[in-house]
């Protein structure tokens, strides 16, 4: 582990901070990272789009896509959220990953 990832065969999860899409075509965002918060764990039935920003950042149908049934662990700094665009109503899985 030399380039400082944590270990996603051990990876502790924390809290939820699902994202619920309840309109189609729309984006919405998370609740903020806690202060300890750096990687999530995401993971949705249907494709989206997401970003992770600070602030409140929007997704749009141009950001990164988180395929159907996927799970991906990425990176992120405490205080930011992440932001869904999803063509289709979800709720989509996020979850704080604490080492």
């Known amino acids: 582990m030399s380039r400082g990832f944590i270990n996603l065969d051990a990876a502790r999860l924390g809290i939820t901070n699902n994202v619920t899409i309840a ?9 903020a990272f806690g202060a300890q918060t750096y990687q999530i764990r995401v993971a949705a039935p249907a494709a989206c ?3 992770i920003g600070d602030g409140t950042p929007t997704a749009t149908a141009t950001d990164a896509l988180l395929n159907t049934s996927w799970t991906d662990y990425l990176m992120v700094s405490p205080g930011q959220k992440i932001s ?3 063509p289709t109503i979800q ?9």
């Open 23 to 31: 309109t189609t075509s729309t984006s919405a965002a998370s609740a």
């Open 84 to 86: 869904v665009f999803s």
């Open 91 to 99: 709720l989509v899985s996020v979850v704080e990953v604490v080492q």
């Open 49 to 51: 789009f997401i970003k």
